[in-house]
């Protein structure tokens, strides 16, 4: 997609700060970071979201993490855990599939809490999903 600012980065017709590179992948420092070290995957091919992407894609990427850059991120940034977080239509900012490696340190203020009162019974539910 000619307009979409990954396909750019990916390109390099706009600038990023690139950790990982492969060639079904690049993974760039978020430049608005949740936690230091926050880094984005992203396909080298455009997809639109989870439904659209290869599972190859999905498959790599998660090896890499795995293997490569969360070793990394314990190694240099002292992170102590480690979020992945992909967001589909709604959330989703840019509509190209990129997740995001969110490093975890004590008290880094990441708030991935819930509303409990604005949840409905888990028994219920579960019932609409069986």
């Given amino acids: 997609m000619q307009d979409c600012l990954f396909c750019k980065i990916i390109r390099e017709e706009l600038p990023s700060s690139v950790v990982y590179e492969d060639e079904l992948i690049k993974i760039i420092m978020?430049?608005?970071p949740n936690t230091?070290?926050?880094?984005l995957?992203?396909?080298k091919k455009h997809y639109l979201n989870f439904i659209d992407i290869d599972q190859e894609i999905i498959t790599h990427s998660l090896e890499v993490t795995k293997n490569k850059i969360y070793p990394l991120l314990k190694e240099r940034l002292h992170c102590e855990g480690l979020t992945l977080a992909q967001n589909n239509e709604l959330g989703?900012?840019?509509k190209h599939f990129h997740i995001h490696l969110i490093p975890?340190?004590?008290n880094d203020g990441?708030?991935?809490s819930y509303k409990k009162d604005?949840?409905?019974?888990?028994?219920?539910?579960f019932e609409k999903l069986i």
């Fill in 118 to 125: 604005q949840l409905d019974d888990v028994g219920e539910i």
């Fill in 30 to 32: 978020n430049i608005n």
């Fill in 104 to 106: 975890r340190y004590p």
């Fill in 92 to 94: 989703q900012e840019i």
């Fill in 41 to 43: 995957i992203l396909p």
């Fill in 36 to 39: 230091n070290g926050h880094l």
């Fill in 110 to 112: 990441a708030d991935i």
